[in-house]
Structures are given as C-alpha cells and as structure tokens.
Nanobody
Framework: QVQLVESGGGSVQAGGSLRLSCAAS????????MGWFRQAPGKEREFVAT????????YYADSVKGRCTISRDNAKNTVYLQMNSLKPEDTAVYYC??????????????????WGQGTQVTVSS
C-alpha cells in the first residue's frame, strides 16, 4: 500500500507561482510512476503531468505545457509540480497519483492505483 500526501496549495493572483509537493510512504517510491491531476468544480478529473519512476521521462497536458514542471526526488520520496504563470482556469483541487511501473508514464487516471487527498489551488484574476 502507498500513502500520498499533497501540500503546497493555496491562493495566488494570476501570473503567480506555486510549487506542489506530494510525499509518499509505504512502498519503494522509486518503483512508482507518478502523476498530477486536477479537478475543478463540476468538471471531470483531468491530467496535468506525469513522470517516470527514474525521472527520465515526463509528459504534460497541452494546457500546462511550458508553465508547469514535474520533478521528483527519490531520496526524499517526493514528487513536485512547479506551476508558473498561473491562470484563473488553473483553479482546481490538485491530486497526485502513483502506479508501480518502471520507466513508464501514464496520462489516464484509470492507470493509477494510489491517490492523495488533494490540495486546493485558487487563482484569482
């Protein structure tokens, strides 16, 4: 079993930045592909970014490409999402997710076994 705990959410003005963190415990973190997803009120959960277990591969949603960077520190069992140039449409609850997979990256929520509880990001105009 894996426990994931997100942190770093908050309220910022448009154009600002936030760095989300997701700390993992319970299983070898370095064996997990990790992803970030978000869900706005009344909308389905959508993919944001994913990173392979060794950090060598990343993939981003078009909506955040060039503004967000996913990274991980396997020594700290933590994955990060650096978000810059935030827009009001980035407002959502952000979730991290994990799946045992060496080298793979995954953009579909159905691929992931483990989910955090979410952290709220609110961007005001």
């Amino acid at each position: 079993q894996v426990q994931l705990v997100e942190s770093g959410g908050g309220s910022v003005q448009a154009g600002g930045s936030l760095r989300l963190s997701c700390a993992a415990s319970g299983r070898t973190f370095s064996s997990l592909a990790m992803g970030w997803f978000r869900q706005a009120p009344g909308k389905e959960r959508e993919f944001v970014a994913t990173i392979s277990s060794d950090g060598a591969r990343t993939y981003y949603a078009d909506s955040v490409k060039g503004r967000c960077t996913i990274s991980r520190d396997n020594a700290k069992n933590t994955v990060y999402l650096q978000m810059n140039s935030l827009k009001p449409e980035d407002t959502a609850v952000y979730y991290c997710a994990g799946v045992p997979a060496y080298g793979g990256i995954f953009s579909a929520p159905a691929h992931y076994n483990y989910w955090g509880q979410g952290t709220q990001v609110t961007v005001s105009s």
